[in-house]
């Protein structure tokens, strides 16, 4: 009893510290199969083999009750404290190399999520991408009203002359 007292506690604690939460089914997967999932999440996310029935009272102390009814069958979680996108692309990823893992739904910014959703979100590029696109963006912006003005200025110099 005092252990799974624990248990509860842990997953709430990391319901409520994570910033998104991925569930997924591991039916068929070799223990060596999550082992590499879970190194290559682990920089974002940690992966987790879950009881549904605490995990299902953990989520639901820390105000989570949209995954009541995917907590079905044999679950793992990837409770995220890093970067969404990046968890949701390696995991659909690993998802795509192994058919068995199946991703079911999850949660970001307070939204459930379902697995075409989460698909949405792996398929954004990465951050660093997308703020490189944008300072791209306005350095050619900039550039074009710095051609324009620079323009403008041999335009008078050239009416100044005459």
Same mark, same amino acid.
């Given at each position: 009893?005092? @252990?799974?007292?624990?248990?509860?506690?842990?997953? /709430? @604690?990391?319901?409520?510290?994570?910033?998104?939460? =991925?569930?997924? %089914?591991?039916?068929?997967?070799?223990?060596?199969?999550?082992?590499?999932?879970?190194?290559?999440?682990?920089?974002?996310?940690?992966?987790?083999?879950?009881? @549904?029935? =605490?995990?299902?009272?953990?989520?639901?102390?820390?105000?989570? /009750?949209?995954?009541?009814?995917?907590?079905?069958?044999?679950?793992?979680?990837?409770?995220?404290?890093? +970067?969404?996108?990046?968890?949701?692309?390696?995991? *659909?990823?690993?998802?795509?190399?192994?058919?068995?893992?199946?991703? $079911?739904?999850?949660?970001?910014?307070?939204? /459930?999520?379902?697995?075409?959703?989460?698909?949405?979100?792996?398929? =954004?590029?990465? *951050? %660093?991408?997308?703020?490189?696109?944008?300072?791209?963006?306005?350095?050619?912006?900039?550039?074009?009203?710095?051609?324009?003005? +620079?323009?403008?200025? %041999? $335009?008078? %110099?050239?009416?100044?002359?005459?």
């Amino acid at each position: 009893m005092a @252990n799974k007292e624990a248990a509860v506690a842990e997953l /709430t @604690n990391l319901f409520e510290s994570s910033s998104a939460v =991925l569930l997924t %089914e591991y039916r068929g997967l070799t223990v060596a199969q999550l082992k590499t999932l879970r190194n290559t999440i682990r920089q974002d996310a940690n992966y987790a083999v879950v009881k @549904n029935t =605490l995990t299902k009272i953990a989520a639901n102390a820390a105000g989570i /009750t949209a995954l009541d009814e995917d907590l079905t069958g044999p679950s793992a979680v990837a409770f995220v404290h890093g +970067d969404f996108v990046a968890t949701a692309k390696a995991v *659909r990823d690993f998802a795509k190399a192994n058919p068995n893992l199946v991703i $079911k739904a999850g949660i970001f910014e307070g939204k /459930t999520l379902d697995a075409a959703e989460v698909d949405k979100y792996a398929s =954004l590029e990465s *951050r %660093e991408v997308l703020l490189a696109k944008a300072a791209g963006m306005m350095k050619a912006t900039m550039g074009k009203a710095a051609a324009t003005i +620079d323009a403008l200025r %041999e $335009k008078l %110099e050239t009416a100044a002359a005459a």
